[in-house]
């Protein structure tokens, strides 16, 4: 289907499919289970990566070939993980645009037009300077396992009970351990409700 314009927060769709998105990337560990994840279950995953950190080089040849297949899509999560709305648009425009050119020099994908603002900050003016070098889809979210921090296993699966739901599309992170312990869980979780993880480019056509 079209890309709807504007923000995103959902899936406009009918069918049983959840957009599982994960974000940042602050601990290698967690970057590279959730890879060795998606290899072995044949998850389909959205990665907002932040290349600041070392984790998006180290494991650049691992995550490269799910990319090229489309298993796993990047989106842009900017830079430095800056708050877009206490920045100048040139400032914004930069963010997304070091970022972008670390994701096309080291995985050979474009990753527009699909951003995700840092926090979820964002208002007309950071959506306009980021539409301005083509990144005219802020994805939001509908649903969190809150793991920006760290979180206990079982909140993390009460969470993925909460929220993996049809049209959902659904934040993580790549920041803290406990959720790779619970893997299994919250892909039996997927089974049992019949849901299918899906990218963005699996659903629209930008
Ligand atoms: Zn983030």
Redesign the pocket.
């Known amino acids: 289907m079209p890309l709807p314009a504007g923000v995103i927060t959902g899936l406009p769709t009918a069918e049983p499919v959840l957009a599982w998105t994960v974000?940042?990337g602050s601990d290698a560990e967690v970057v590279r289970l959730y890879i060795d994840f998606a290899r072995t279950t044949g998850t389909r995953l959205t990665f907002?990566l932040?290349g600041s950190y070392p984790a998006w080089s180290q494991h650049a040849r691992l995550l490269q070939p799910l990319v090229a297949s489309g298993q796993i899509q990047l989106g842009n999560?900017t830079w430095s993980?800056a708050d877009l709305t206490g920045l100048d648009d040139a400032g914004i425009v930069d963010e997304l645009q070091r970022n972008h050119d670390f994701i096309v020099s080291t995985y050979g994908i474009d990753p527009r037009p699909y951003y995700?603002p840092?926090?979820g900050y964002r208002d007309g003016r950071t959506d306009a300077a980021a539409a301005s070098i083509g990144y005219t889809c802020p994805v939001m979210w509908y649903g969190s396992l809150a793991d920006?921090g760290l979180r206990t296993d079982q909140e993390i699966i009460d969470l993925a009970h909460r929220w993996f739901q049809p049209a959902h599309i659904v934040i993580g992170?790549l920041n803290f351990l406990p959720v790779t312990r619970v893997f299994p869980h919250l892909h039996q979780l997927l089974t049992d409700r019949a849901l299918t993880t899906i990218t963005l480019d699996d659903l629209f056509r930008a």
């Open positions: 974000d940042d907002f932040n999560h993980h995700r840092p926090y920006s992170h």
